[in-house]
């Protein structure tokens, strides 16, 4: 559900540029663009990884399944107030409102997965396939409904499903530390003992003294990772939908559908994300086969070659296009059961929601920038620049995982 409303997000982004000619700040009025556009959505997707850490905090400390639930009530509330948003204003306040639920999200399920489930990378692969789903379905459903409707009653409409999702949550039973209660009780439990009692922020010094252990370790690499994840997530996929309209795909015809126009990009965005259920997949099962370090290396360097490539492949035709399309979805995805398994590996269980607080702010929260930063290079400077920033931000994060591959595995969690 979080990721049905994120990626829905850059569907609309070609029809607000369309909408609106200026957004009035109060003071001034600003002109529509892309960068402007982008800056605004990046209010949203900024609080949706800031909020990450107050919610891994209180992940610590109050039942996931309350906190999951809280969140898809918001963001159910936050697109209903996108539906009647008259300005491009209101539609950065629902952006912020939608920012704000779904931030509770990710250390919320995360956590749980990682005290409630003993096979992490397996759990973590179904999760970031379902996952992936939503970021495929999310785009698909948007496109077919704005084929038959205008946009605020499409937005209306993917609120209800919300609802449903937070019903089922609010009536979910589950033991959510069941992982750890089966190792504590035998004596093997490598994660230095985890407890409500034992772990969790109580109080500013408690965070700080908390924070301060968890930066000065291994685990300072991994929140670097999530970093240049979160930028080049976010600055290739905001704008893409625009990209590929810009891009020549004479062999695709456009769908008509009620005199509205389906154009072929927008089937290509989402099979470049369906694409993303298999590296989901594939890295979570590799996780648990070996040294999540080495996926972050060989993911992400791909990454870095794949950005390099994707515009020169385009050029060349429709083939070369779905291709390099196929490769960017599958390797976006697959960088991130690594990284989330590696938080695991190199924080104790009794500070995990705050370890992942901490990862999706800089997924999520520092990663929104990448928003603006796709919106501002497209706006002052070509495509081609954007690409080569974006192969630097994932060469950096490979280069990171080499350090990783290097330390012994022993010097996670523990030592």
Request: charged content about 10%.
């Amino acid at each position: 559900m979080v990721h049905t409303y994120e990626l829905s997000i850059p569907v609309l982004i070609p029809i607000w540029l369309t909408e609106f000619s200026v957004i009035d700040v109060g003071l001034a009025q600003v002109p529509v663009n892309e960068a402007t556009i982008g800056a605004l959505v990046t209010v949203g997707f900024a609080l949706f990884g800031l909020g990450a850490l107050p919610s891994g905090v209180l992940v610590d400390r109050i039942d996931a399944r309350v906190l999951i639930t809280a969140c898809l009530v918001g963001m159910g509330a936050s697109f209903l107030l996108l539906a009647v948003s008259p300005t491009p204003a209101v539609i950065g306040l629902a952006m912020a409102v939608w920012g704000v639920a779904a931030s509770v999200y990710h250390p919320s399920g995360l956590s749980l997965i990682s005290r409630g489930v003993e096979q992490r990378g397996s759990a973590f692969a179904y999760h970031g396939m379902a996952g992936n789903v939503g970021i495929a379905v999310g785009p698909l459903l948007t496109i077919l409904l704005l084929l038959a409707f205008d946009w605020r009653v499409v937005v209306a409409i993917l609120a209800l499903p919300a609802a449903l999702a937070a019903l089922y949550a609010f009536r979910a039973d589950i033991d959510e530390r069941a992982a750890v209660a089966a190792t504590d009780g035998s004596g093997e439990s490598g994660d230095d003992g985890d407890s409500r009692a034992g772990g969790g922020v109580d109080s500013l010094g408690d965070f700080l003294s908390q924070s301060r252990h968890l930066f000065a370790g291994a685990f300072v690499v991994v929140f670097a990772v999530t970093l240049c994840s979160g930028l080049y997530y976010r600055g290739v996929l905001t704008f893409l939908p625009e990209l590929l309209d810009n891009l020549a795909i004479a062999a695709l015809a456009p769908v008509e559908f009620g005199g509205r126009t389906l154009q072929p990009s927008r089937y290509i965005y989402v099979g470049l994300l369906m694409v993303g259920v298999g590296g989901q997949f594939v890295a979570g099962k590799l996780t648990d086969r070996g040294r999540p370090e080495v996926g972050i290396l060989a993911g992400f360097g791909a990454l870095a070659v794949i950005a390099l490539l994707f515009l020169p492949a385009a050029a060349l035709g429709l083939s070369a296009l779905l291709v390099v399309s196929a490769l960017l979805g599958f390797f976006l995805f697959f960088v991130q059961p690594f990284y989330q398994a590696s938080v695991a590996e190199y924080t104790p269980a009794g500070t995990r929601g705050l370890s992942y607080g901490f990862t999706y702010l800089g997924v999520f929260g520092v990663g929104a920038l990448g928003a603006t930063l796709a919106g501002t290079m497209l706006t002052f400077f070509a495509p081609q620049q954007l690409f080569v920033v974006l192969a630097g931000l994932a060469a950096v994060a490979a280069g990171l995982g080499i350090y990783l591959v290097t330390r012994a595995p022993s010097t996670a969690v523990g030592t």
